[in-house]
């Protein structure tokens, strides 16, 4: 069956270290996102990637960063410049019909990132 | 600033009842999307919806352009509905972006 994973399913991270968080989508999706979620709040939206090599800062980039060396996978960073990364982290995917009309969002399980 | 804004924040129903979550969003749009997030964490996709009315099954979503808002409905609601539903919009020239309300937890009982 198709769909994305995220892996792990919760990580811990020491102060100072980076951290990568995995997704990878067997849709054939040409867009991928990064969101964050924190209690009592929407989602926020990290990074996205409309096409292979290439990506947009979303509303909170500071922080992390991304690549998009495949179309299967998106793996984010969470750096040590992010001074709050105590989140819940979603991938999702998308492809667009012809004519440029967005289909829903898929959504992976998510990685809950703790600092210890 | 655009917002979307979801109410109730907290809904108990019994078994049964009949559900309604609202969202209101500030501009135009040229999408809405209702969501269901289990307490897992994950997320699915219900409905994406730019006018009228949609169903499938039990759930019932629907939008009213020139006010704004959309309902998601749930008839005969069951506890294995308890979740939270999220509302999220694609404002216009937005490209793919999507914007999300902060909400609603359901929690259905025998």
């Known amino acids: 069956d198709g769909g994305i994973t995220q892996s792990p399913k919760y990580l811990f991270r020491k102060e100072g270290q980076n951290v990568t968080l995995s997704c990878e989508q067997n849709?054939?999706?040409?867009?991928m996102y990064w969101y964050r979620q924190d209690p009592g709040q929407g989602l926020r939206l990290i990074y996205y990637?409309?096409?292979?090599?290439?990506?947009q800062k979303g509303d909170i980039a500071e922080g992390y960063s991304v690549s998009r060396e495949k179309k299967e996978s998106f793996p984010l960073t969470v750096t040590s410049a992010q001074k709050n990364p105590t989140a819940f982290y979603l991938c999702?995917?998308?492809?667009?019909?012809?004519?440029?009309?967005?289909?829903?969002?898929?959504f992976g399980d998510g990685t809950r990132l703790s600092i210890l | 600033k655009n917002e979307v804004e979801q109410s109730p924040q907290n809904l108990t129903a019994q078994e049964g009842e009949f559900i309604t979550i609202n969202c209101s969003y500030s501009?135009?749009?040229?999408?809405l999307h209702w969501l269901q997030q289990h307490p897992g964490g994950g997320i699915v996709s219900l409905f994406m919806l730019s006018s009228g009315k949609k169903k499938h099954g039990r759930l019932i979503a629907t939008i009213n352009i020139q006010e704004k808002h959309s309902s998601l409905h749930i008839t005969a609601s069951h506890p294995r509905d308890s979740a939270v539903y999220i509302c999220?919009?694609?404002?216009?020239?937005?490209?793919?972006?999507?914007?999300f309300g902060t909400g609603t937890r359901l929690q259905v009982t025998l």
């Open positions: 999220a919009v694609r404002y216009s020239g937005t490209a793919s972006k999507l914007t």
């Open positions: 990637s409309q096409i292979v090599n290439d990506f």
């Open positions: 501009v135009g749009i040229s999408a």
């Open positions: 849709l054939n999706h040409d867009a």
């Open positions: 999702a995917s998308s492809t667009f019909r012809q004519g440029g009309v967005e289909q829903p969002q898929h």
